[in-house]
């Protein structure tokens, strides 16, 4: 029944059969690796300059969350990587940081993703992923 239904839209709808299974259309819709690479490199320069932030980062070494963040933004995108970073509980533990840092680092990278020319529709789905990790990151 419930095939039969699906291939009366198909047939009502046409084009169901060329629609992409790839599971990796978000990670494209980035630019791939190296849209994530200028994302996270566009990204990294708001965050050090954003009053709300920044001292959060003092002392860090941003090539290092730089190289990390961009594993797990591939990841979360449904590409081809792997993340070797430490866990977000672990490395954002004792930071004590509040839901309003949390939604700035989200609208700085909302921000940058913008500057590099990502569609909406790919800004929002990265967001939507990020925003279960704020129970992870936020202590305050
Ligand atoms: C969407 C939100 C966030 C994500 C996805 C995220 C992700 C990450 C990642 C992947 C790392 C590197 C982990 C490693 O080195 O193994 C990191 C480190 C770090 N994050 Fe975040 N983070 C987020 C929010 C924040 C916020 C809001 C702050 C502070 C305002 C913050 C402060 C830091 C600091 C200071 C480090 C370096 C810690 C260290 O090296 O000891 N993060 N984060």
């Avoid at 050090?48 to 990841?75: G, H």
């Avoid at 930071?95 to 939604?103: D, H, P, R």
């Avoid at 529709?121 to 992870?136: C, S, T």
Wanted: hydrophobic residues 45%; glycine residues 8%.
């Amino acid at each position: 029944m419930k095939t039969w239904l699906t291939g009366m839209a198909c047939a009502v709808l046409a084009g169901c059969a060329v629609q992409p299974t790839t599971g990796d259309a978000n990670f494209q819709g980035l630019g791939g690796k190296a849209g994530i690479h200028d994302i996270v490199a566009t990204l990294v320069p708001l965050v050090l300059a954003d009053p709300r932030i920044k001292e959060s980062f003092t002392d860090i070494d941003m090539n290092k969350v730089a190289l990390r963040l961009e594993e797990q933004v591939c990841v979360l995108s449904g590409g081809p990587c792997t993340y070797h970073g430490k866990d977000m509980v672990l490395i954002h533990d004792g930071l004590n940081i509040t839901n309003a840092q949390f939604n700035a680092l989200a609208e700085d990278l909302q921000i940058a993703m913008e500057r590099r020319g990502v569609p909406s529709r790919f800004q929002n789905k990265l967001i939507a992923r990020l925003a279960p990790m704020q129970r992870d990151i936020v202590t305050k």
